[in-house]
């Protein structure tokens, strides 16, 4: 075996003595990577309950106008009907309670949709109805989705 000199240490092994603890860059990095991922599930988190919470309010409007649909059905043939408008409470299910009026305020309580029910004569016509069913956020009184409209025709 050729020997050159006498055997020296490592490069690396000369000026430190190995590695305590982290360096700031390190631990900048490492903030940075977790302040993303928790800002990612907080996120996905809310958007998870806002799409909840539109799922439910679309689902007590669908049962809403299912509701006053089978209402209008339900009612004898009258030309004298009168407008009305029915407040819901979709939090805690109970009997719909009518408004001051037409289009008015809704009882105190938990209600959160009012059902406005309002008709008009078919033009050309004195035998068909257009019934219009049009819900409204309660109390804020905006208007959620298309309104609705049931036919209805006197065979007499």
Do not use: H
């Not at 860059?25 to 928790?38: K, Q």
């Not at 439910?56 to 004898?76: D, G, H, I, L, P």
């Amino acid at each position: 075996m050729i020997s050159w000199g006498p055997p020296t240490m490592p490069a690396f092994a000369k000026g430190r003595r190995g590695q305590s603890g982290m360096t700031l860059v390190e631990l900048v990095v490492s903030l940075f990577i977790a302040g993303l991922a928790l800002a990612i599930v907080v996120g996905t988190m809310s958007t998870g309950l806002l799409n909840a919470t539109l799922a439910k309010r679309n689902t007590a409007v669908q049962a809403v106008v299912q509701y006053e649909s089978e209402q209008v059905s339900a009612s004898a043939f009258s030309s004298s009907a009168a407008s009305y408008s029915d407040c819901f409470a979709v939090d805690n299910p109970s009997t719909p309670a009518a408004a001051a009026g037409f289009q008015q305020t809704c009882p105190s309580g938990s209600y959160s949709l009012r059902a406005d029910v309002s008709w008009q004569w078919m033009s050309g016509s004195s035998t068909v109805q257009v019934w219009t069913i049009a819900i409204a956020g309660w109390p804020s009184g905006a208007s959620i989705g298309t309104p609705v409209q049931v036919l209805k025709v006197s065979y007499s």
